[in-house]
């Protein structure tokens, strides 16, 4: 489950979306405090990410970030979060939730964990509170 702290951006994703899979535009809010989150990985203020952004990915190509390539195709941030969470030795099911820049349209985005491949009891929680955004 994504998260997002602009409505701007969540309804950006929501036409893109639905560009691509059909059906109707729809933009879900919640209010959150950090601490309902559990254990937060939180990348915005990690120095191995912030490090491991800038560490070029192509030998002789020193432009070639993750955080470059991130920003030109959203689809490589998974690839480059999962190369940073072994490269870093980083236990990702001790985590509830990640938050991270949201590289291509802004602001940070918030990621709720699976557990075993199933919602957890966290995102269960969270969805169950998600209510529609009126259209103004």
């Known amino acids: 489950m994504y998260l997002t702290d602009s409505r701007e951006i969540a309804e950006q994703y929501a036409r893109t979306r639905v560009a691509y899979g ?3 535009p729809e933009v879900l809010s919640i209010n959150i405090e950090r601490s309902e989150l559990g254990r937060v990985l939180d990348l915005n203020s990690d120095p191995r990410w912030q490090q491991f952004l800038r560490t070029p990915q192509v030998p002789g190509n020193p432009d070639m970030t993750p955080e470059k390539l991130i920003r030109m195709a959203n ?10 969470v072994r490269a870093n030795k980083i236990r990702i099911k001790e985590y509830d939730a990640v938050i991270g820049p949201e590289f291509v349209r802004g602001g940070s ?11 957890s009891s966290l995102a269960i929680k969270i969805r169950s509170r998600l209510r529609p955004v009126s259209h103004q």
């Open 22 to 24: 059909g059906g109707q």
């Open 75 to 84: 689809e490589n941030y998974g690839r480059f979060f999962e190369q940073f």
């Open 109 to 119: 985005q918030l990621a709720i964990l699976h557990e075993d491949g199933r919602p």
